[in-house]
């Protein structure tokens, strides 16, 4: 049986996930999720959300929990570069966390966007869900603000610009870190159009890089 990844396309979690697949080279199919219907996820992995991946025998549920099962069933070629294991997992907690909370602010107009093409109702039950994690009238509040949370997010990507002189990778291998920075990255050219901001040409061409990458692409 063929993976079934389940996903919504601009999750960046889904993103972090979909390139180790790619990476390790193992064969999955694609589930867009529908973000009103979530039937058929309800029915494979007992919850609501995505990222989950479906293997013959096992389901596994959220972004890094995946990626370990992942390393355990297929370790070559490893996310986890000799003694790195305990920094990657660090990044990679920080990027999904705090990384997060400051690029979706910016990427929130295309995801609604995104859901508006998909339906009223979809865009709808996007809007209500923030609403009801962030507050009433949270989507348009952080539309309006948009000038002050560019300047945030870019304050958070500036150190890892200057990680990333001169290397391809933020540990010099590629590890589960750069899959992570790739996912958050990826709110930022889910579109079709890299919005990353064309002063980090660092991470720019960190994001194309991973953006390509393969089972062997490892330099």
Request: with cysteine; proline share 5%.
């Amino acid at each position: 049986m063929k993976a079934r990844f389940f996903q919504f396309h601009s999750s960046p979690f889904c993103a972090k996930v979909r390139r180790i697949l790619e990476y390790k080279g193992i064969e999955y199919e694609t589930v867009e999720v529908d973000y009103v219907d979530r039937a058929e996820l309800l029915r494979v992995s007992g919850q609501l959300y995505v990222p989950v991946l479906q293997l013959e025998n096992e389901v596994l549920i959220d972004s890094t929990p995946i990626a370990m099962r992942l390393e355990e069933l297929h370790p070559s070629p490893t996310i986890f570069p000799p003694g790195t294991r305990g920094v990657q997992l660090s990044l990679t907690r920080f990027f999904d966390e705090q990384l997060e909370d400051a690029i979706f602010k910016v990427a929130l107009p295309d995801e609604i966007k995104h859901y508006r093409r998909q339906g009223k109702l979809q865009e709808a039950f996007f809007r209500l869900i923030r609403d009801r994690i962030y507050g009433a009238g949270f989507c348009d509040r952080i539309e309006k603000e948009r000038a002050q949370n560019v300047q945030h997010m870019e304050r958070e990507l500036e150190p890892l610009e200057g990680a990333l002189e001169g290397k391809g990778f933020l540990l010099g291998r590629m590890g589960l870190a750069d899959f992570a920075l790739y996912g958050q990255l990826w709110f930022l050219g889910f579109t079709g159009e890299l919005k990353i901001p064309e002063r980090f040409p660092n991470l720019r061409a960190f994001y194309q890089r991973l953006n390509s990458i393969s089972a062997v692409a490892e330099v």
